[in-house]
């Protein structure tokens, strides 16, 4: 049989450019496909998954225009994992600082923020504050299925596919915390811009975001309902948010 080098030296002299050249072509495409086969697998991983982020039950009603009841028992459901959930504070000024914010994108345009405009710290039956429930995630295996007709129980979803959604305030996590927040007085500074982060601290996108997001189901671990005390934003909360923000948008 003949070797490759004999072969390559039979060949007629005027063929090799051509060869060469699609050669070159074919190691081009070649780092193409390398470069773009991590996203094609992140999307087939077992331990990825893909999410969407609901401010409320209009905005799941929006992608499933035809499931309102389905969206509102979504709603129902991440709701009621809401107090297991939820990060805790043993100060209602740092949960203030963490979590307050505007939520009507028209709100407060005449200078005034109704109640129902503001996402403000609630108190928990143990006397500690946590950020009120609104928001809720929902996997994308589950949303295919309700436009297809099947409607999985919401209650059978396990926390990965289905949890409460904070709001987390801009200044959160562009502040790195050193000054504290212990001058911070309750409402004297409501921030217009936001981001969605899970119970655990795990960051996921900013107020505008539309569409899925896929991230490694690890991130999506519940927080065990963590209790943050002291009135300093280094190592708490905000903390976790902030590393997880800088890590998804490296």
């Known amino acids: 049989m003949a070797t490759q080098d004999g072969i390559q030296h039979d060949l007629p002299h005027h063929n090799l450019p051509r060869r060469t050249r699609r050669q070159k072509r074919t190691q081009a495409a070649t780092l193409v496909l390398m470069g773009a086969t991590p996203f094609a697998v992140l999307g087939l991983d077992p331990l990825h998954t893909s999410v969407r982020v609901f401010q409320d039950v209009r905005a799941c009603h929006s992608a499933l225009s035809s499931s309102l009841a389905y969206c509102e028992a979504l709603s129902t459901e991440a709701e009621s994992r809401h ?36 996402s403000t710290c609630e108190t928990t039956d143990n006397g500690h504050f946590r950020p009120p429930f609104k928001s809720f995630l929902v996997d994308e295996s589950v949303l295919r299925s309700a436009y297809q007709g099947d409607f999985p129980a919401p209650e059978s979803l396990g926390e990965k596919q289905l949890q409460p959604v904070y709001g987390i305030a801009d200044s959160t996590l562009h502040d790195g915390g050193e000054s504290g927040s212990s001058s911070y007085s309750h409402h004297s500074h409501i921030p217009f811009f936001w981001h969605y982060v899970a119970a655990n601290g795990q960051y996921l996108g900013n107020q505008t975001m539309r569409g899925s997001v896929t991230m490694a189901r690890s991130q999506l671990a519940s927080s065990g309902n963590k209790t943050y005390t002291g009135t300093t934003q280094r190592g708490g909360f905000g903390a976790t948010a902030r590393k997880t923000m800088q890590s998804a948008r490296s």
């Not at 979590?99 to 994108?105: E, L, P, S």
């Not at 345009?109 to 503001?118: F, I, K, P, Q, R």
Request: proline share 3%; with cysteine.
């Open 83 to 118: 107090a297991d959930m939820a990060p805790e504070y043993t100060s209602l000024a740092q949960c203030s600082a963490d979590f307050d914010h505007v939520t009507g994108d028209l709100a407060c345009a005449d200078g005034w923020c109704s109640a129902d405009n503001l």
